[in-house]
T-cell receptor
Framework: DGGITQSPKYLFRKEGQNVTLSCEQN?????MYWYRQDPGQGLRLIYY???????QKGDIAEGYSVSREKKESFPLTVTSAQKNPTAFYLC????????????FGQGTRLTVV | AQSVTQLDSHVSVSEGTPVLLRCNYS??????LFWYVQHPNKGLQLLLK??????LVKGINGFEAEFKKSETSFHLTKPSAHMSDAAEYFC????????????FGRGTSLIVHP
């Protein structure tokens, strides 16, 4: 089945530790996105990529990093510089065009312990 | 830049009564508009989309939305709420001038009472 797979579903991070969230899609989509979700704030864009080996900062990129070495993969690293990382993280992908919807993974819940 | 305003953070209805979730958008370009639903700790599922064809759009689970350019609105409706409709709903805009990046509203939590 085609879709987007995020792993792990739950992740715990210690203070000062970097963690990486995985996002893989088999939809052959060019564009991929990472969003952060906090209660009452909707989804805020962290990073996006529209082609392989290229990515752009979103609205809240500080403390995060990404790579896009393969079309199907867009991992997100939450670095120790991100002071408030506890949140629900959603990965999405889409065809790079205006009239097509984004498809979402099931999310990763990150908690700082 | 484009933006989306969902006018209600929470909407409470009784089962069997109509649902109205309000969304206004701002964009300098012709928008594509979407409604998504999210159940707790889950990803987002597309309910319906507007892409410059018919202004009244029908989606899954009995939902529909009407694009009104003059009012810059894209409100979501359903004639009769079901308990399973209780969830978070997001209005989303995508425009060419914004590199087609989906821009989200803050969400509306739909509460359905028995």
């Amino acid at each position: 089945d085609g879709g987007i797979t995020q792993s792990p579903k739950y992740l715990f991070r210690k203070e000062g530790q970097n963690v990486t969230l995985s996002c893989e899609q088999n939809l052959n989509h060019d564009a991929m996105y990472w969003y952060r979700q906090d209660p009452g704030q909707g989804l805020r864009l962290i990073y996006y990529s529209q082609i392989v080996n290229d990515f752009q900062k979103g609205d809240i990129a500080e403390g995060y990093s990404v790579s896009r070495e393969k079309k199907e993969s867009f991992p997100l690293t939450v670095t120790s510089a991100q002071k408030n990382p506890t949140a629900f993280y959603l990965c999405a992908s889409s065809i790079f065009a205006g009239n097509t919807e984004a498809f979402f993974g099931q999310g990763t819940r990150l908690t700082v312990v | 830049a484009q933006s989306v305003t969902q006018l209600d953070s929470h909407v409470s209805v009784s089962e069997g009564t109509p649902v109205l979730l309000r969304c206004n958008y701002s964009s300098s370009y012709s928008p594509s508009l979407f409604w998504y639903v999210q159940h707790p700790n889950k990803g987002l599922q597309l309910l319906l989309k507007y892409t410059s064809a018919a202004t009244l759009v029908k989606g899954i689970n009995g939902f529909e939305a009407e694009f009104k350019k003059s009012e810059t609105s894209f409100h979501l409706t359903k004639p009769s709420a079901h308990m399973s409709d209780a969830a978070e709903y997001f209005c989303v805009v995508s425009v060419a001038g914004g590199s087609y990046i989906p821009t989200f509203g803050r969400g509306t939590s739909l509460i359905v009472h028995p």
